[in-house]
Nanobody
């Protein structure tokens, strides 16, 4: 049974930084595409960043230059380092697990990120 456990959300001032973590279990982690999506109130869930099994990375335009996704296959964990945070980054951030070797998508429970002074 695949499980994703997120941590690292919270309240931060504009310009601040946060690091989100997502630990996966029940899957051969190195075979997965991992990523982060977010959903703000009243908006659709949107991609933030994806990292493939080979380490290829795809960022949303809003994340480029500010966010960094990485994975540690030894720890079965994916990270999202967020810097220069803006109020418009406020959302629930969801960990994503999928990819062609997995055959379906899995989601974490979500972690709230609030950027406010």
């Amino acid at each position: 049974q695949v499980q994703l456990v997120e941590s690292g959300g919270g309240l931060v001032q504009p310009g601040g930084s946060l690091r989100l973590s997502c630990a996966a279990s029940g899957v051969i982690f190195r075979t997965t595409t991992m990523g982060w999506y977010r959903q703000a109130p009243g908006k659709l869930r949107e991609l933030v960043a994806l990292i493939s099994t080979s380490g290829s990375i795809n960022y949303a335009d809003s994340a480029k230059g500010r966010f960094t996704i990485s994975r540690d296959n030894a720890k079965n964990t994916v990270y999202l380092q967020m810097t220069s945070l803006k109020p418009e980054d406020t959302a629930v951030y969801y960990c994503y697990l999928g990819g062609p070797m997995i055959g379906r998508e899995y989601w974490g429970q979500g972690t709230q990120v609030t950027v406010s002074s």
